[in-house]
């Protein structure tokens, strides 16, 4: 655990300069408006330990996959997150001095996040020789110009004459550092001086993925004024430098304003115009008004979506940190983006769409989120089903693989274990349709486009299932469950159960599809009669003795011993042991047969889910971030409310208080859900199936309250938990939910509970 | 299947040059002398398809190893067999223009490798603008000089006159063709124009790995008479021209001695010394007589290891050319040397050591070279014993786990599910032991060297088994069995039961070990007394309905169907089926079972060989060019002697019929073993367990006749099995062995069984 910023309910700010920790300072002070993002790397640079990264969403490069022996069915390429090319650049000299925070002296540093918003402010006073400069900056990347960037700079001169110059630039010359190759992506293609931008495009590939073109545009601003200063232009790179002389109380305030389109948007030859008229609408407005009108989207989002913790401002800040920066990743604007592992906050992790966004995104955001916004998550797996079917295809299989990792819906991990293995995947997709029908009452997608999906992927089931003759029944081997500590195991309790249900709701849902569809998909008596045979007679591994499901075939054999015996000094254990040590081992990286009993939880009797998670937890190490909250949702319905809230500190401050080690590669933004899951499904007790909103809430000992909103099905809810519990509607139409298993009606007027 | 050569005893020759499969050819027409090799390649070089390539024993580069995620205990590099500096060049041309059979009018080609002694001859007549011009070429590498190489080639002009132009060159400039990478491995060190060599390093590498330098020298003779011709040199590359003058009717014999020396046994500096020293060597004795003292050599191997097949010329062909190719491969020279899968005939396959060499070649050398042959393969394993405490130390596990693929006892290979899964090969290295003290009598390295093999790697055992509580059996977790069609398994049978094997097989032998290594090796009454728990308690997968051993304790759950329902354009399925697919299938690679079946051949009845023959046979795809030998010898011995005859086939011919279309990348040499053993313990019969020579011997059906010799404890036989079977004592003391059952005394004088 290391906390480098200071506990404040809506700022992440600190007072130091954390040189050693320099690359999880920027992690944790990235910026996004879900079209781009940044890390908090310095716009005057940085000659430390840095890892410098602007990403663009959607903006990849499809890198050939290397492994030792090639076998049929791997993926060709794999895809890269690969750093773009940079608008933050501000260089500075102070009467010829670089400013440079590695090197320079300074005091009174100052750094905030301030999560209202996504605004960025850094302040320091710089010491040179006979001079003390006092520098402010501020960043947003804007929610209501996607395209656009805001930087700026002040200087104050608190004593003697200072000269400063001003070095902003565009910069293509970067490249990735998790690469193993030394390979650049981005190849220069212009650079013009009196439009101020360059443009590049991403090297060729010979997979057919489409090469993308940026334009980067910059234009700088004093007083909302534009200034033009030198320009001098390299191969992909544009330097604008302003020179100003300023006497001791003096300031100066230098607005850098940039524009960043793509060919995902705009056509090569149309950037430079198209980027020249967002410009003119940056210019239009002040930097202040600019800010307000995003800061205004920002709170229109928080209305719907702030939790309030009173009694532990710990917990406050992470839930928020969390909202903050899911919501800097994406809000549903552009469909054919997704969520990635680490957001727009580092490079590490090929790919940008993992299941995650269905088991752990799409729950948090069906409540907090317009449905919308959601339901743009479900349509981008459905435009992604051509890639589906050919991922099933390359393995030999009918029907629809969605990948583990991809970009295009084709599969990019290149690990057979996990490409070819871990299939469970799918059904995560199919229980995404689920959940939003089940929450939303929205029954369009799956009677259309979802059930494409659904019918695809249990076309792919029902292929991948084989019958055991011994046993007269079916099963699935050759699987990586959710716990990717094992590979390769036979009937993963998780997966089996997943595959039924999925055939199972895919049943019911045909039953009921726009009749356009159903004709189009064409499932045959027989197909459906194979699906039910399947779904009758499959085989789950279970111990009568111990009363528990069993994760897999053969789980049981192995030396069971709590995950407590592991010595401190060698966890995580996926940095201490050897990769054969840890298959073997009963230890369980997270939720596995858990996750089933989370995903289905109106299946599985309080009984069977307590001696499932008494078996289970205790061998969990929780080594995956996406682990601490679905056991924090589960203990806290079992009543274990402390086990519960020690789960929960791990999700709600994993990267405020770098738990896993590693937040210094980026942040873990698909798990950052997983503090709202813990608190809306676990304290609270929130569950939504059978077509009924309920609650079932507690409070963690060392809380005095919390408050959350909701929308549901039309209407804005607010449950404050203290003492008491109040549930108030705020907005729309009378609801019939319940309460502690006792019915409440709710209205606008009078709606508490 | 493709057969190229024709038919003969003795040669391997054909009258066509086979453009579209130039590469199938060169790998049958390699040569080696176990220090060096080469394909058969072209003298005068050949711009059509072809693989270039010659290979120094031991020679070879730490390549950097490439995974998509990398994991704690992963090898660092890969050992990369690199194609070594060309001594062979001789360029022709005629009038000016280049001979380039890919180019060139050409009649009366004749390719032949005569296996009496590993002689490449060829000859065709080149037909140019009013000029015909005979060449006639002869290669090998010497048996009495290992560093010396002979080329020669012949002109007569049958018409017209012809200027002919020899270029013999030395070429350092050569590539790798299976590197991902377009790397070079050689960087030229020096070009010596008036000694007439070149010499060479392999590139630097960061892993400890020392680098290679070696000299190449070259010396032209005509009527055994040197000539210098005019001599040019590039970075890299020495060319020496001749160029004569032709009448018709004339000749012209241009030899060209080449002396390669490496690092391996000359240092750097002395090299040039060493080379001018061994070139005296060579000029002082003709072409002639230097080819006659090899041939001596060879003679004296096949005095001691011939077989003779009456009655199916294709069979004889076969097993003298796999024999011939293994002595060219390895004859016990070089204790730092082994005998890698492709030998000297191609580049495929990192690595030169693999469990092949124990498995395999061991029991074949034993009988057919003079032990000392043997005993230098036992020894290479204990000088890289502590390679081996690396690679166990590497999974956190005590003791000494030997390599998958090696150069120098670190592994090399890169897949976790070979490097820390396949570990059976452990036990191969100690079975090895077992055959070699079980065959000669020799008690010398088991009492010693041996001792330390069989203590360390019993010491792994120990470590890699757990207990499993709940069966209160001990059990091995994630491994690979022999069959690598499934990978990552539970209780592989055979791995469990050689396991069990070895710690019984060291538990005897610490009991007779030299005091010296015994106190070394400190082996503890505890340490004992849990390897004997192990032994007592191990858990073995078996069905006692179907009366088998369980391939591994999933096994029996899969789909199980004959692999004669594959279809046959599916096959080989490595070159159809997903990973995925193969994985899940019940097909099996190569045996398993079966082959703890065939080393523990005394410990199992004849009616669990047959129900478990029955069993796995017919799921055998048989795509490893080890497995069909193994299930010949025991279906000979089950009397399935149709069956064994099948199986014999697609190993005696697997390269000179290209059974696995894959021969063009090199020679499947360690698997040429098996169609000795196919003969010999198979049709044979040959036993050796308990201290008793023994033969049971039939005749396939086809065969009139088949001959073979053994050395045995001192003593020469000869198995003449026909419709009679005789056993002659050709020299050594006096025998006691059996035939069917019944003990025969065999002596010299009258040895007639």
Same mark, same amino acid.
């Given at each position: 655990?290391?906390?480098? =910023? ?26 996004? $408006? ?6 908090? $790397? ?34 060709? !390429? =794999? ?6 090319? +940079? ?14 925070? #590695? ?46 960037? =805001? ?38 293609? /212009? ?43 390299? +191969? ?8 100003? *002389?300023? #006497? ?6 230098? &607005? ?29 407005? +002040? ?15 928080? #209305? ?17 940190? $969390? ?7 994406? !809000? ?57 079917? /050919?991922?099933?295809? *390359? ?56 059930? &494409?999906?659904?019918?695809?992927? #249990? ?118 042991? +050897? ?18 009993? !989370? ?12 001696? $499932? ?34 789960? !929960? ?105």
């Amino acid at each position: 655990m290391k906390r480098l =910023f200071e506990v404040d309910p809506w700022l992440v700010a600190t007072h130091h300069l954390d040189k050693a920790d320099r690359r999880l300072q920027e992690s944790i002070t990235a910026v996004g $408006n879900g079209y781009m993002g940044l890390r908090g $790397n310095f716009e005057e640079g940085y000659s430390g330990d840095s890892l410098q990264g602007t990403y663009l969403g959607g903006v990849w490069f499809p890198d050939k996959t290397r492994v030792g022996w090639w076998k049929i069915g791997y993926p060709e !390429y =794999f895809g890269k997150v690969i750093n773009a090319p +940079s608008f933050l650049g501000i260089g500075i000299t102070v009467n010829g001095e670089q400013v440079d925070l #590695a090197t320079s002296r300074y005091r009174d540093f100052y750094l905030a996040l301030d999560l209202h918003q996504g605004l960025l402010t850094r302040r320091f006073v710089y010491l040179g020789d006979g001079v003390e400069v006092r520098f402010e900056f501020a960043r947003f990347l804007s929610q209501t110009i996607k395209e656009a960037a =805001f930087v700026s700079v002040k200087a104050t001169v608190l004593r003697g004459h200072a000269a400063v110059t001003f070095d902003a630039s565009l910069d293509g010359q970067v490249t990735n550092e998790d690469s193993n190759y030394d390979e650049r992506f981005w190849v220069p293609l /212009h650079e013009d001086a009196a439009a101020k931008s360059i443009q590049l495009q991403t090297k060729p590939n010979p997979y057919g993925v489409p090469q993308f073109t940026v334009l980067l545009k910059q234009q700088l601003r004093v007083n909302d004024q534009p200034v033009n200063g030198q320009v001098a232009t390299t +191969s992909g790179q544009l330097h604008e430098q302003v020179t100003v *002389q300023l #006497a001791e109380g003096q300031s100066y305030q230098l &607005e850098k304003d940039a524009i960043v389109v793509t060919s995902r948007d705009v056509a090569p030859a149309a950037q430079a115009t198209t980027a020249a008229q967002l410009m003119k609408r940056v210019t239009a407005q +002040s930097f202040a008004a600019h800010l307000a009108a995003h800061t205004d989207r920002w709170e229109q989002r928080w #209305a719907k979506s702030d939790v309030v913790i009173e009694g532990d401002p710990a917990a406050q800040q992470g839930i928020r940190f $969390n909202i903050a920066q899911l919501f800097m990743t994406y !809000y549903g604007e552009d469909k054919r983006l997704n969520i990635g592992p680490k957001g727009f906050t580092g490079e590490k992790y090929g790919g940008a769409t993992y299941w995650d966004t269905e088991a752990f995104i799409v729950p948090m955001y069906l409540a907090v989120t317009p449905p919308e916004v959601t339901r743009a998550l479900l349509q981008y797996r459905h435009d992604q089903l051509p890639g589906a079917f /050919h991922n099933a295809r *390359q393995q030999g299989l009918a029907g629809a693989l969605y990948p583990m990792v991809t970009f295009n819906g084709i599969e990019c991990h290149n690990e057979w274990e996990i490409t070819f293995e871990e299939i469970h995947r799918n059904a995560a997709i199919a229980f995404a349709i689920y959940q939003y029908t089940a929450y939303t009452g929205d029954e369009s997608y799956v009677k259309h486009d979802g059930l &494409e999906v659904l019918v695809g992927t #249990a076309r792919f089931w029902a292929d991948r299932v084989h019958f055991s003759q011994r046993t007269q029944q079916y099963m699935i081997h050759g699987v990586t469950g959710p716990n990717e500590y094992e590979n390769n195991v036979n009937n993963n309790w998780y997966t089996n159960t997943m595959a039924v249900w999925e055939l199972q709701y895919t049943l019911e849902r045909l039953a009921k599809g726009d009749a356009d569809v159903v004709t189009a998909l064409a499932v045959t008596d027989q197909e459906k009669q194979h699906w039910q045979a399947i779904i009758d007679h499959m085989y789950y591994p279970t111990d009568d003795q111990l009363g528990i499901f069993v994760q897999q075939d053969n789980f049981l054999d192995k030396d069971l011993r709590p995950a407590s015996t592991i010595p401190v000094d060698q966890r995580p254990i996926n940095q201490h042991w +050897s990769w054969d040590r840890i298959l073997r081992s009963p230890f369980i990286k997270q939720a596995d047969v858990l996750q089933g009993l !989370y995903f289905l939880n109106d299946r599985f009797t309080k009984a069977e889910k307590e001696r $499932n998670f008494d078996f289970y937890e205790p061998l969990t190490v929780h080594e995956s971030s996406l682990s601490p909250s679905i056991h924090a949702v589960l203990a806290a319905e079992l009543g274990k409310i402390d086990k519960a809230t020690e789960l !929960y500190a791990r999700t709600a401050r994993l990267d405020l208080d770098d738990y896993n080690h590693d937040t210094q590669d980026g942040l873990h933004i698909t798990s950052m859900s997983g503090s709202w899951l813990a608190i809306v499904q676990g304290f609270a007790g929130m569950r939504y199936d059978h077509d009924q909103l309920r609650f079932h809430p507690q409070l963690p000992k060392n809380w005095r309250r919390y408050q959350f909103k909701l929308n549901y099905r039309g209407r804005l809810l607010a449950v404050d938990v203290g003492q008491t519990v109040t549930v108030s509607l705020l907005a729309g139409p009378a609801l019939d939910m319940a309460i502690d298993g006792k019915p409440v009606h709710l209205e606008v007027e009078d709606g508490h509970a």
